[in-house]
Each structure stands twice: as C-alpha cells, then as structure tokens.
T-cell receptor, first 111, second 115 residues
C-alpha cells in the first residue's frame, strides 16, 4: 500500500507562477525524495531531503520537510510549460531501501 | 552513459498467458528494484535485489509473480497465468548503493495490458 497522500491531486497554473505540492507520510523515514514523471516515461529524480534536514534547494525547486508533522512540500518557482508532469513524493531508507510513493500531483502549466 | 533499459516497452497478453519482462540496470549498480504502477497511481514496490540475492519480495501480489537476477545484473520479472488486474506499468530501478539510501534510477517501464 502507498505511504501517504499528496495534495492537490491536480494543479493547473499559468507559466511564470509558482506551484506548491504537499505530501504526507505515515512512518518514520531516513529520507524523502521527489520524482517527476512525464506522460509515458519513467520517473526522474528531482531532489532528496534527509530526515535531519528541514529545507533544501535545487535550481527552481525548494523542498521542505517537517518530520514532526510527517509532511513535505515541493515548490517550483517561475514555472514553465515544460514542468507539466506528474510529481511524486517517495519515502525511503527505513524499509530496506525500497521507496514508498504517494499518489502524485498532476501539474499542468499553461503557456 | 546508458540508463536503465526495459523490454519490451509494451506487451499485450491474453488472460492466462505467461509474460516475462526484462530489466537492464545501469552497469555496476548493486541494487535493483521492481515497482508496479497502476493507471493514475504512484508506483508500488514489488521486490528488491542486492546483486543476485533477492532480499525483499514482500510486495509481490501473488505466487504468480516471480523475479530473478541470476548473475547480479539483468533481471527478469515473470508473471504466470496473467489476469486483467495485472495490467499496469512495470518499472525497474537501480542504485549503486548496497543499502540504497539515495536516489534510484528508473527505466521507462513496460506497459502490460491483459485482455
């Protein structure tokens, strides 16, 4: 079964706007990762944040992690049409290395 | 360099047929994972190999599912007597770590449709 929930399930924004996606999980974790999946393609790793970190940046991406609330958020700033994809959070490290994914947020960025 | 490759990319099977899905991980990667992704859902863990050893098969949904990695490189996921509920995308991922606490590298997946 899946680890937790992501919200919103779907998000539609205009190019240049920021997009925020949230993820909640249930068990203790070693790390939390975000992946992107374009239609018909595999998952691409975006960013990893460890359980002892609170915030991490990578280019236009900002991830926060609140282990007390068992939640994370992914912020994409200045979005582009090419950011249109499904975004998944996944928790890892405490179950023998396997990743446990959320159900994903479908992001649509309109030009 | 080459990423994770999977074949076939698409497979249509009649209910009751056996299928075999292949995964070629990134060369030298120790850990290999199989995930199943139903339409509109996130991937769900099936099984995990460290080299040739299958360390976790807790996610395999039934004894019709079998995976192997005999030489610690290429892996095959076999599904016997396929059922309609087996229709999904099967994703393979690899990692260079013995205990993969970092990112996993995913292949493009095999889309299985059972009629």
């Amino acid at each position: 079964s899946q680890q937790g929930e992501e919200d919103p399930q779907a998000l539609s924004i205009q190019e240049g706007e920021n997009a925020t996606m949230n993820c909640s999980y249930k068990t203790s974790i070693n790390n939390l990762q975000w992946y992107r999946q374009n239609s018909g393609r595999g998952l691409v790793h975006l960013i990893l944040i460890r359980s002892n970190e609170r915030e991490k940046h990578s280019g236009r991406l900002r991830v926060t992690l609140d282990t007390s609330k068992k939640s994370s958020s992914l912020l994409i700033t200045a979005s582009r049409a090419a950011d249109t994809a499904s975004y998944f959070c996944a928790t890892g490290g405490n179950q023998g290395g396997k990743l446990i994914f959320g159900q994903g947020t479908e992001l649509s960025v309109k030009p | 360099g080459a990423g994770v490759s999977q074949s076939p990319r698409y497979k249509v099977a009649k209910r009751g047929q056996d299928v075999a899905l292949r995964c070629d991980p990134i060369s030298g990667h120790v850990s290999l994972f199989w995930y199943q992704q139903a339409l509109g859902q996130g991937p769900e863990f099936l099984t995990y190999f460290q080299n040739e050893a299958q360390l976790d098969k807790s996610g395999l949904p039934s004894d019709r599912f079998f995976a192997e990695r005999p030489e610690g490189s290429v892996s095959t996921l076999k599904i016997q007597r396929t059922q309609q509920e087996d229709s999904a995308v099967y994703l393979c991922a690899s990692s260079p770590d013995r205990v993969p606490y970092n990112e996993q590298f995913f292949g493009p997946g095999t889309r299985l449709t059972v009629l």
